[in-house]
Every structure is written in C-alpha cells, then in structure tokens.
T-cell receptor, first 114, second 116 residues
Framework: DGGITQSPKYLFRKEGQNVTLSCEQNLNHDAMYWYRQDPGQGLRLIYYSQIVNDFQKGDIAEGYSVSREKKESFPLTVTSAQKNPTAFYLC?????????????FGPGTRLTVL | AQKITQTQPGMFVQEKEAVTLDCTYDTSDQSYGLFWYKQPSSGEMIFLIYQGSYDEQNATEGRYSLNFQKARKSANLVISASQLGDSAMYFCAMRESLQGAQKLVFGQGTRLTINP
C-alpha cells in the first residue's frame, strides 16, 4: 500500500522545547514538502526538497528546520525559535516537482504548545 | 505574486443537487496549473482534479469537473449529484514554479455542507 505517513497524529510541546515531526513516503517520489495550516486558513509552505541532501526554504521557514538524508524521509523540527507553533502540519510529496505533478498529502500532525 | 481567492466561506446544499465552488486566481505567468483539494474533518488533503493553463478541455474526474475560464481567471469546481460524504473543506490551489519544484499557493477554502 503506497502512501505518506506522518507521526505522531497529535503532539504536545512545552514552550522552549524542540520537537520533530516525522514524514515518510513509499511512493518513490523525489520531491517532498512541509506545509502549515492555521485554523480557517489555507496551507503555507515551510520547506521543500527536490532531492536527497538538498532542501529549500518556503514562505514561513523561520523557526523550523528539516533534513533529507533518505529519499523516503523528510522530518521537520519545530524549534523553540518558532513563536507560534500551534498548528496543523501537513507533509506532501510529488514525483519530481515538474509542472503538472500532483502533490499527495499525508494525514497531518496536530501540534499544540502548552 | 500569485494569489487564489475563494469568496464563499461556507455553502449549504441539498443532497443530490449540483454545487459550484468558486475560485479566482491572479498570476502573470503564461504556464500555470490549478488544483482542487478536499479536506474532510480528519484533516488529510485529498486531491480531486487538475487543470493546466494550456489544456483546451475542462478537466473532469467522475462527479468533479472544473469550469475553467481563462480570460476571467476563474477555475470553479462543479460537483454533480452531491452526496453526504462531500461535506468537507474545499481548497483551490495554484502551482507556482520555484527552482524546479512546485509550490502550491492555496486559497482560504470553502466549507461545504450537504444536507439530507
């Protein structure tokens, strides 16, 4: 069964802590993306990666970091520098990032800062 | 910068009726793509339909069709014969190319409620 998995589904963080959100795909996709969704809003791009060991900042990268050591995995770390991290985080992947490629999304992680 | 506008925060429709969700976009690119996604209460974004700017025919996928009017910069989603399971948030998105990858710019979404 091909798809994108994200874990955990719910995550609670104390202020000042770093947390890492997991994203794994077995679709053999080259490109992977992280988006943030706030209540009642659309998605905003945090980071994206077209290829292993390479990634680029999106529109709202401040306070976040990523790594892409394997094709299948693109974890997102929410650092203590992120001022308002409570949100819904969605990971996506696409074949190559070429025009017309569809991005497929994982089930999301809901992060709450206590 | 590209922008997507969805002017209907919420819509209520009777089951089995057709529904049109509005989407207008703003871009200076000649080549672009438009997507519609469905987000049920579980949160996952489900891809519904895609329209490329050079596609001559309106895209269709089962009960979903995209009413693409290039001159008016609109890409409305039409759902025929609505079902209770269609109740969800619907997002229109535009592809923006950046350094070879594609970034999706999303609208604010429309919450669709299907009444029995």
């Amino acid at each position: 069964d091909g798809g994108i998995t994200q874990s955990p589904k719910y995550l609670f963080r104390k202020e000042g802590q770093n947390v890492t959100l997991s994203c794994e795909q077995n679709l053999n996709h080259d490109a992977m993306y992280w988006y943030r969704q706030d209540p009642g809003q659309g998605l905003r791009l945090i980071y994206y990666s077209q290829i292993v060991n390479d990634f680029q900042k999106g529109d709202i990268a401040e306070g976040y970091s990523v790594s892409r050591e394997k094709k299948e995995s693109f974890p997102l770390t929410v650092t203590s520098a992120q001022k308002n991290p409570t949100a819904f985080y969605l990971c996506a992947s696409s074949t190559s990032g070429a025009p017309g490629d569809t991005q497929y999304f994982g089930p999301g992680t809901r992060l709450t800062v206590l | 910068a590209q922008k997507i506008t969805q002017t209907q925060p919420g819509m209520f429709v009777q089951e089995k009726e057709a529904v049109t969700l509005d989407c207008t976009y703003d871009t200076s690119d000649q080549s672009y793509g438009l997507f519609w996604y469905k987000q049920p209460s579980s949160g996952e974004m489900i891809f519904l339909i895609y329209q490329g700017s050079y596609d001559e025919q309106n895209a269709t996928e089962g009960r979903y069709s995209l009413n693409f009017q290039k001159a008016r910069k609109s890409a409305n989603l039409v759902i025929s014969a609505s079902q209770l399971g269609d109740s969800a948030m619907y997002f229109c998105a535009m592809r923006e190319s950046l350094q070879g990858a594609q970034k999706l710019v999303f609208g604010q979404g429309t919450r669709l409620t299907i009444n029995p």
